[in-house]
């Protein structure tokens, strides 16, 4: 996986960051007060400094609450969540910090009814197919007990933007049973 673009554009441009451990301080006395030492330290310094600051700030950038938007992009990328950019900010932020939990909640009512509510912040219905059924004769196919489809209903209300349908499917069909056919319906209140 490629480094975020912001990282090679925006934090190496920092004016006047200055390195928290300049190199020409720990020359040898020799070269303490040579000039030109001191000036390809101090280039040196320059080049290096914002590599020292992310490397000292490295736990906030993979903290999905104070990452910089592009590393929290990267971040969605590492968990799963491809399309996590298309999301608001504070939506992508919520979506990354709980994606490996959810992930291991792959394939339940209670993954997909919390992946879009962290997306949308709309606690969606379910018409779960979800059952248990028996047959009393050996290898037989178990009676139905009722529909083979998983509909998550968002129901949006009056004054809130709809969220995008296509993206939030994306988003369901990480999540959702493989064993089921699902669809999502986006319903706006008038």
């Known amino acids: 996986m490629s480094a975020p673009t912001g990282a090679r554009s925006g934090r190496r441009d920092v004016p006047g960051l200055i390195s928290p451990h300049p190199i020409g301080a720990g020359l040898p006395s020799l070269f ?4 030109l030492a001191q000036r390809m330290c101090a280039a040196l310094d320059e080049v290096l400094a914002p590599v020292l600051a992310t ?3 490295l736990p906030a950038y993979l903290h999905p609450a104070l990452s910089p938007p592009d590393v929290l992009t990267w971040l969605a990328g590492w968990v799963g969540l491809p399309d996590a ?3 608001p900010q504070e939506r992508r932020r919520l979506l990354v910090a709980r994606a490996a939990e959810l992930h291991a909640w792959r394939g339940t009512a209670f993954a997909v009814r919390e992946l879009v509510e962290l997306a949308t912040g709309i606690t969606p ?3 779960d ?3 248990t059924t028996w047959s009393a004769e050996a290898g037989a196919r178990p009676p139905r007990t009722g529909p083979d489809e998983l509909v998550v209903h968002v129901i949006v209300p009056a004054g809130q933007n709809a969220p995008d349908a296509a993206l939030l499917s994306r988003l369901v069909a990480l999540v959702a049973p493989a064993h089921l056919a699902w669809r999502v319906e986006v319903t706006l209140i008038a």
């Open 125 to 127: 219905q379910l018409d």
């Open 129 to 131: 197919p979800g059952s």
């Open 55 to 57: 490397l000292d700030c």
């Open 32 to 35: 303490l007060e040579d000039d």
């Open 85 to 87: 950019a298309l999301w």
